[in-house]
């Protein structure tokens, strides 16, 4: 009993109420750190996609059976793959869609807890406000399976993706209307004293609205504007009682007043609603650049511009020689090593100021670059061990067929028209040289950062989430989420 509630406040101190100390133990050494960052989100996400379907044979009248132009021959397979086995939809739904559906609430969850806000009704409470939501994501696909005429839309896996969109949005509308509702927006829920009115607009502008206009909100009568006084009235007696007439001063009376609070959290919902979409049409587009393959070496290097570390992994399945992956890579790396310290320098500090493109000091704006480079070293290593793992998992698993973007059909030779086929050695050999060199031009990087600016690329990541600890539980969720985007966004859907 003493083991069991030692490991779970293990478990409460480092992923749901993380404290400092248990995050700077993790975060302390690079076996640790490297293990709970990358490792544990690539594992997962292997773990998640290896789960073995149900799968039943495809049916004459499936969609995608067979190629425009097949002869009756042998079946051409597209670049991108087509359904080979049909999967059973209960299956899929309550348990491969219910993980990916459940991370992606999680991860809105501890983005909110990044802020130290609540998204749930606490009339409800947590428990039940997310088993609703989880139930309603389960819901909308159960009626489009059962409208023959909708039933289409089950297969595309854009509309789960957007589907996911519009559950992960729901906790962002829930915050919005119980701010809105309870006027948390227009006021604030604790009266301010006298001296910090002070320092608000409101109180300059003769703004009443937080009190009558003889009293403040501490009780204290607000005086008539002293200092409008003339100068000769002196009240003797019964003239006392009279009020001198005065004369205000015109003044621009601020009805509303909006805590910064509250303009932070819309600025905080606008930039997480650009996220959110941001997945969605990146999942749009792989979806049309992988059916419209083979492409060339410019719509390759588009492509890796436009998604890179968020759907360009699964493109190296579809690099047909070497030379597209040193591409690549020569692309990678050495926009990495040249434009990283330039970017961080003072001189392009000054010529953003100039073109008003940051207000940030030069110290700020090197910590957040500094910061940007661990997160791209992360988001690098996740990425292509789960890459790597789910190619050998899914060409040798039980899911390779439902993966056929992993299958590697090397006895269908019409595939492409190129002499080098989309081969298994070709793509885990050449993915893993590119991780080598990623990782070595990561370790130039870091070196050129040190030597130039004195500052330490993994010390500075470290420390953020020592002194932020909602930090490492909420990268881990979101790493987690992208990288079963790229494998949701590669399923192909039959279902029975």
């Known amino acids: 009993m003493a083991w069991c509630r ?22 302390s050494t690079w076996y640790s750190r490297w293990f709970v960052l990358v490792v544990l989100p690539a594992a997962l996400a292997v773990g998640w996609c290896s789960i073995p379907f149900p799968q039943y044979p495809l049916s ?72 609703l939501i989880a139930l309603l994501s389960t819901v909308g696909p159960i009626v489009l399976y059962y409208i ?53 607009s409101s109180w300059w502008a003769g703004d009443d609205d937080f009190g009558s206009s003889e009293t403040r909100a501490n009780g204290r009568r607000r005086p008539e504007h002293p200092w409008n006084e003339p100068e000769n009235a002196l009240n003797i007696g019964t003239a006392a009682d009279q009020p001198a007439p005065t004369r205000r001063i015109p003044v621009r009376h601020k009805h509303r007043f909006f805590p910064a609070s509250f303009v932070r959290f819309v600025w905080f919902c606008t930039a997480l609603f ?44 579809r690099l047909r020689s070497p030379s597209q992956f040193i591409l690549l890579q020569v692309l990678s790396s050495s926009s990495l090593i040249i434009f990283t310290p330039i970017l961080l320098s003072a001189p392009f500090h000054w010529l953003l ?29 996740a990425s292509m061990l789960c890459f790597l793992g789910s190619v050998v998992t899914l060409h040798f698993g039980a899911n390779k067929r439902v993966y056929p973007y992993f299958s590697f059909d090397e006895d269908d030779k019409s595939i492409s028209g190129d002499p080098y086929q989309y081969t298994f050695e070709l793509t885990f050999y050449a993915s ?29 990541g470290s420390l953020d989430l020592a002194v932020w600890p909602e930090l490492l539980p909420t990268s881990v969720v979101v790493v987690l989420h992208v990288l079963q985007n790229m494998l949701f966004s590669i399923v192909r859907l039959q279902f029975k």
């Open 274 to 317: 650009i996220g959110l979409l941001a997945y969605v049409i990146g999942e749009a587009y792989a979806e049309v650049y992988l059916r419209t393959l083979p492409h060339n070496s410019l719509d390759t290097i588009v492509y890796f511009m436009l998604t890179y570390q968020t759907y360009v992994r699964a493109l190296y399945a």
């Open 60 to 131: 004459d009248d499936d969609n995608g059976l067979s190629s425009p132009g097949d002869d009756g021959g042998r079946r051409k397979l597209p670049g991108h793959g087509e359904a080979k086995v049909r999967v059973n939809f209960w299956f899929f739904l309550f348990v491969y869609y219910a993980f990916y559906s459940l991370t992606a609430l999680i991860w809105i969850t501890k983005v909110f807890n990044l802020y130290s806000l609540n998204w749930w009704p606490s009339t409800l409470g947590f428990p039940v406000t997310i088993c």
């Open 148 to 200: 023959p005429e909708a039933r289409f839309l089950t297969v595309h896996n854009t509309v789960w993706i957007t589907w996911t969109f519009c559950i992960m949005a729901v906790p962002v509308m829930i915050a919005s209307i119980i701010l809105l509702t309870k006027d948390r927006h227009i006021g604030l829920r604790h009266s301010l004293s006298e001296t910090q009115r002070i320092f608000t």
């Open 353 to 381: 100021s100039v073109l008003g493109m940051t207000s940030q000091s030069y110290a700020a704006y090197q910590k957040v670059g500094v910061r940007n480079v661990f997160i791209r070293f992360l988001a690098e290593n």
């Open 432 to 460: 893993a040289v590119t991780w080598a060199c990623e990782l070595a031009a990561s370790f130039i990087v870091a070196g050129l950062i040190k030597w130039i600016y004195g500052v330490n690329v993994v010390a500075e």
């Open 6 to 27: 030692k490991r779970w406040k293990g478990i409460n101190d480092l992923w749901i109420t993380p404290t400092q100390g248990a995050v700077k133990r993790v975060s």
